[in-house]
Structures are given as structure tokens and as C-alpha cells.
């Protein structure tokens, strides 16, 4: 069983909360273990999860605390370190490739698949990993089990695709794919996680469990194939460069759907690394308009926010009418149109160095209620530090990982 | 021949994903017949047009007839990436559909 559950954005909160004092892995890690610890280590169900985040050792810690608040046997846990390049070796490579000068926190390479595979070859039953690359999660185990060689790269490259599509979950099945009418998706609400099974040859067969919602079919998966990628002649990842070109998707029966055809490249020479720098202060504040010439009273509450955040020299802004042009601004000035739009909601979005300069820019749209346009109600803010992030390449020797045996007496 | 006009989203769907500060949207006509056609209307060009306030530096467009679709990729679209960005929609998700919106002209005789 596999849990992936890290992105570029969680793994940088995860840094954050760490940075104050907060654990590092994904909060939810005890909701997504409790419901299945029992049945899988019953069952000799194996666990792989990267929701170690940015402090896989204390994942394993609260997992082995789990079970045993839950009455259960103490599982043979793992985890796989060596992702964190801040110290080490391949410190000063990341200084050399960085652009960004701010005040580095963290920087975590996307390692491969070898380090689970260890793990599971050495009798893991849980193996927590921070940031591996998402496909690695699924290459792990099939090497584990198939024993392809680390230089097999068509079979790596199924092995990749396998987890590729995966990466996900609901978004091969049927999540994230619905657009009524057009192309409908039964039963989201009780929507069923990919099942995929896969032989030593490398075709693979994604399906979902009976009596669930959502469905698989080609386009649900050719969708997902795609999904974040940039050439698809060479998707890069740490175990192998995976060429999707040639892909076959077919349906094999209700629900069940076979890729096939995955070719493989040696794998890169360097590793992707996600370096994180204090980005400052990021606060949201919006406020609603409806009724007749509401798009006209929105865009004079745009034009006073304009104008007070000049004053107050915050220039990392901007302006959005939600409901008009937000996100891609499509709605292009037809004055019919925009009349009959029936509400609409202003938004300010800041960028600042603190959290006072943030906040006295989110107080101009509070302002907006006694100084604003007629009408304006439903003020909301939101204020965070966040980190911003930055992609560099490491060379592969430079970062070394390995599983490592969770032992709870040297971890408390 | 008479010629119709129809929104990309009659004849087409997609997804869009993210990497950085670079957003890819994946492209699949729903009948492979309109593979051609769309190759020939769905150009860069006009992409970049569609997306011009995303202001994308640069606008790939992989080809590819066995998995039936396209891979469209436009650089520096997201305002920074999704930890930076100051827009809404950081990851640039909806824009799947915004792509959808283009303009396609169908030849009338053409099954929709």
C-alpha cells in the first residue's frame, strides 16, 4: 500500500512547522495510517508512505506510538534518509547551482527507488521516506520483488509509469476528470483509489476496488499520464528517464485499463533538488459585491486598493475581480456581459518582508466597508509565512541515501 | 465548405498540471479523427495568444499521435510557481479549462 502525499507546497510547510518548533512530517500521517494499520500488518500488507516529510525518523516514532495506542504488535518500521542536502558534501554544489541569495532553510533532493527497495529487502513492514521522487514509491517494492537489474531501463521505466500514475490516487480513477455532461463520473463521492497490478515483463493493469465510485478509462489514465510533465520523450526522474511516446493505453474490461509500452533511458547524472528560502509574508483579504453594477463597484474597490498600496509603497501585489478575471481573464470588457454578472468578489493578494507590512495592506480591504464602494460585505483574511522554493540540480554522487532501521529506544 | 465555430471543449478535453513556475496542459480530442485537425488549429501561436495575461516566455507543443493527444507546455506561466505566485490559481489547475475556451472551426460535415 502506498501513500503519497507530498508536493512541492506541503513539503515546504512541512520545513516551516519544523522551523517552529512543530513536527515535521504530514500532520495527517496518524488519519491515513489509522484505519489500516491493523488489516495490513495482519495481513502482511507492506507500507509505503512519503509522508516522513521533512523529518521521516519522527513519523516512525509517532507510527510505532500509533500502535501501540492502538493494541497493536510493534511493526518493523524504516525509514529513508539522506534526501536533506543542507549539510554534507553536496552542500557546496547546492551553493554553487542556487540563483536565489535570500536565507537558504532547506534544500531536499529527489532521491530514487534503491533506498526502499533496501528497506523492504531488509524486512520492513513500514517504510516512511521524505522527499523521494513520487514514481520511486511504487519502483521501490517492484524491485523489491522482481529483482529487475538497476540498469533494466525499460523495466525501470514500466516500473515509473506504474508509480507515475499512481502518484495521484483518485486522479487515474476518475478524480478530477468530471465535467457533467460531457464526461460524467459515477458516484464521485464514494470514489475507489487505483489498484494496480503489474507483471515481471512490465505491462500494467490499473483498476479499482468493487462497489466503489469513479471509474477507469482511457481517458481517465491518458489524462493522468500527462499529468505535470514537460517532454514527453524524457520525463527525468531519479531512477530513469522514461520516454511515454510510445505508450499504449487500452481497455481490458470494465474499470480496468493496461499501459504498455514504456521505454527507458539511463537515468540522470544529477539530482533534482528543491532548495527553500524565506519568501516573507503572504496575505489574501477579499470582499463581495452583488446586484446591479456590481462589476463596476468591484473594479472602483480594485482601483482605491491600487491607489492606498502605492501610498503605502507595497509593491508586490495585485488586484483580481473573482467572477471576472481572476484566472485567466477570458472575460474580455463586453459591457453586456459584465453588467449581468451577479456577484463578484475583489481580491488583494501581498507579498511583504513582514507580517505588519502584511497585515496593514489586508486592513485597506476591512477599510473598504466605511471607505469603499456601496455595498461590500463578506471581508475575509488570510496570512502566512511561507517558504518560496527553487529547483537545482546536485550531482548524483554528492547525495548519498539508505534505509535505516526506526529503532525506538535511540529515538524516544 | 461551411465552416463552424465551436469552443475546443465540444470536441476535446484536458488537464493541466505544474512544475516549478511552468505550467503543462495535457490535450486529448475525444474522436482520434480530429487528432489533424486540431494539430492544425491548436498552433502555439494562437496558445500563446489565448494566454497572453499569463505572459508564458515560451510555448512548446509535443505532438503525440499513439497516446492520442498533446502536450502543451508554457514556461514562466505561474507567477513564480505555486510557493511564490501571487495569483489565485498558483498552480494554474483551472487553465485546462481556459485552454478549452479556444475557438475551433469545424467543417460542417464534421461529427461534434
Known amino acids: 500500500m502506498i501513500y503519497e502525499t507530498l508536493a512541492e507546497r506541503t513539503l515546504a510547510q512541512a520545513q516551516l512547522r519544523l522551523m517552529n518548533g512543530g513536527p515535521g512530517y504530514l500532520p495527517r500521517t496518524e488519519a491515513f495510517l489509522k484505519p489500516v494499520l491493523e488489516i495490513c500488518l495482519s495481513h502482511g500488507i507492506r507500507i509505503i508512505g512519503n509522508f516522513g516529510a521533512a523529518d521521516p525518523a519522527a513519523a516512525c516514532s509517532r507510527i510505532a506510538q500509533l500502535c501501540n495506542e492502538l493494541g497493536l504488535r510493534k511493526p518493523k518500521l524504516a525509514y529513508v534518509a539522506g534526501d536533506n542536502v543542507m549539510d554534507g558534501p553536496a552542500r557546496n554544489a547546492l551553493d554553487k547551482a542556487r540563483m536565489d541569495q535570500r536565507e537558504l532553510v532547506a534544500a531536499n533532493a529527489y532521491i530514487g527507488a534503491a533506498s526502499i527497495c533496501e528497506a523492504l529487502d531488509d524486512g520492513a513492514e513500514i517504510v516512511v521516506t521524505g522527499r523521494v521522487s513520487d514514481p520511486s514509491l511504487a519502483l521501490g517494492p517492484l524491485m523489491h520483488v522482481f529483482k529487475w537489474g538497476w540498469e533494466d531501463w525499460d523495466r525501470l521505466a514500466a516500473g515509473t509509469l506504474c508509480g507515475h500514475v499512481l502518484e495521484c490516487a483518485a486522479q487515474v480513477t476518475g478524480g478530477y476528470f468530471a465535467d457533467p455532461g460531457i464526461k460524467d463520473v459515477p458516484d464521485l463521492a464514494n470514489i475507489g483509489f487505483p489498484v494496480a497490478e503489474i507483471s515481471r515483463d512490465g505491462v500494467i493493469t490499473i483498476s479499482k476496488p468493487s462497489g466503489t465510485g469513479g471509474c477507469v478509462t482511457v481517458s481517465t489514465v491518458r489524462e493522468q499520464v500527462l499529468y505535470e510533465i514537460d517532454d514527453p520523450a524524457s520525463y527525468i526522474t531519479p531512477d530513469v528517464v522514461l520516454d511515454l511516446t510510445n505508450v499504449r493505453i487500452a481497455e481490458a474490461g470494465p474499470d480496468r485499463v493496461t499501459l504498455s509500452g514504456a521505454k527507458g533511458r539511463e537515468k540522470p547524472r544529477s539530482l533534482r533538488a528543491m532548495a527553500c528560502y524565506k519568501g516573507g509574508w503572504f496575505g489574501e483579504a477579499e470582499i463581495s459585491y452583488t446586484g446591479p453594477n456590481a462589476v463596476k463597484r468591484g473594479r472602483l474597490a480594485a482601483d482605491i486598493l491600487d491607489s492606498r498600496l502605492r501610498k503605502l509603497d507595497i509593491p508586490q501585489n495585485r488586484v483580481d475581480l473573482i467572477g471576472v478575471d481572476a484566472i485567466s481573464g477570458s472575460c474580455n470588457a463586453d459591457p453586456v456581459s459584465l453588467a449581468q454578472v451577479p456577484e463578484i468578489r475583489v481580491r488583494l493578494a501581498v507579498e511583504t518582508s513582514t507580517r505588519e507590512r502584511a497585515q496593514i495592506a489586508l486592513d485597506e480591504v476591512e477599510s473598504l466597508y466605511l471607505c469603499g464602494p456601496a455595498g461590500g460585505g463578506g471581508v475575509r483574511n488570510h496570512l502566512v509565512e511561507r517558504l518560496s522554493s527553487e529547483p537545482v540540480l546536485i550531482p548524483r554522487e554528492l547525495v548519498t541515501s539508505h534505509a535505516v532501521k526506526f529503532d525506538e529506544a535511540s529515538h524516544g | ?112
Open chain 2, 1 to 112: 465548405m461551411a465552416e463552424l465555430s465551436v469552443p475546443l471543449h465540444k470536441i476535446a478535453h484536458a488537464r493541466a498540471g505544474d512544475k516549478d513556475n511552468r505550467l503543462n496542459i495535457s490535450l486529448f480530442p475525444y474522436d482520434p479523427a480530429h487528432w489533424h485537425m486540431l494539430a492544425k488549429q491548436v498552433t502555439p501561436e494562437r496558445i500563446r495568444e489565448h494566454f497572453s495575461r499569463r505572459k508564458p516566455t515560451s510555448i512548446t507543443r509535443h505532438d503525440l499521435p499513439v497516446l492520442g493527444g498533446f502536450n502543451i507546455v508554457l514556461e514562466n506561466a505561474l507567477g513564480g510557481g505555486v510557493n511564490s505566485s501571487l495569483y489565485l490559481d498558483a498552480h494554474g489547475k483551472c487553465l485546462s479549462f481556459h485552454l478549452l475556451s479556444m475557438p475551433i472551426l469545424l467543417s460542417e460535415n464534421c461529427n461534434v
